[in-house]
């Protein structure tokens, strides 16, 4: 893709960003209210990890503040996911409804357009919550997270661990394209990511071929999170972390144009 074309796309894209917040921040109470309901939800996840460790010193070898450290890593990248490319979710709709038409008939990527029409600003709070949590968790251990190291290892796995998100939510939700409907088969991505705040060697053989394979979150959390804590019996997967979310979502590109192909609108 042309420089020119990648700035052209990020100044719509910011257009789209701007005048989707002016019509959210109408509805001010609503926005708050929707941002508290996700810290609650974050809240209920770590009372339960911290009932837990009352009645345990460490799970599989990982402490307290090193399981925060995991769910914090997760959440980060989970939620910057969900905060700008969740709108994959509605996919359905579009199809559904027809509406997928008019941004084929638009001199834009109808991918780009359906990013672009929603951000999920509930998830905002979580990833602040969740960037805190690194933070404090890291203090309590000793990460140095402002090395050059971790912040350019940081960086990377920002952006390949979105990547995986978005890979994985494409490809269920392009099923839609034959099935007419797929928000039943991408709820198995947010039942599966819970599991991405738990060590990954707790987990059955077959959990751990899904975890990096069918839903590969064990990317964009726990073999990142391994890397700040120095885990170096993880180090090949840390690494292959980084060009994991690239490849995936490659993939899961010509999986999307395949389905595209296959789209008939509903008509009128």
């Not at 738990?198 to 959390?221: E, H, K, N």
């Not at 700040?228 to 090949?236: A, C, I, M, N, V």
């Amino acid at each position: 893709m042309k420089l020119d074309t990648v700035r052209k796309y990020i100044a719509i894209y910011w257009s789209y960003f701007k005048q989707y917040w002016k019509t959210r921040l109408i509805y001010k109470t609503d926005f708050t209210v929707g941002a508290v309901a996700q810290l609650v939800n974050l809240g209920a996840s770590l009372a339960f990890l911290t009932l837990l460790f009352t009645q345990v010193d460490s799970i599989n070898g990982w402490s307290f503040n090193e399981m925060l450290f995991l769910a914090g890593i997760g959440g980060v990248i989970m939620n910057f996911h969900h905060l700008f490319l969740f709108n994959m979710f509605s996919l359905e709709d579009y199809i559904v409804d027809g509406k997928l038409d008019r941004f084929l008939l638009r001199p834009l990527s109808p991918l780009f357009q359906i990013y672009a029409d929603k951000v999920s600003d509930n998830n905002l709070s979580k990833l602040i919550a969740n960037a805190a949590l690194v933070i404090y968790s890291g203090t309590q251990i000793g990460v140095n997270l402002l090395s050059l190291p971790n912040l350019v290892y940081g960086a990377a796995a920002l952006i390949s661990g979105t990547l995986v998100f978005a890979a994985a939510y494409m490809v269920f939700a392009t099923t839609g394209f034959w099935t007419g409907r797929s928000r039943s088969a991408i709820w198995l991505i947010f039942r599966l990511s819970e599991y991405r705040r738990y060590p990954f060697g707790i987990y059955t053989l077959p959990i751990q071929v899904i975890l990096v394979t069918a839903i590969p979150i064990a990317f964009a959390s726990f073999f990142p999170a391994t890397f700040f804590l120095e885990k170096t019996s993880w180090q090949t997967w840390q690494y292959i972390s980084i060009a994991a979310g690239p490849v995936l979502y490659s993939l899961a590109l010509k999986f999307w144009t395949i389905g595209l192909g296959n789209y008939s609108s509903t008509g009128s």
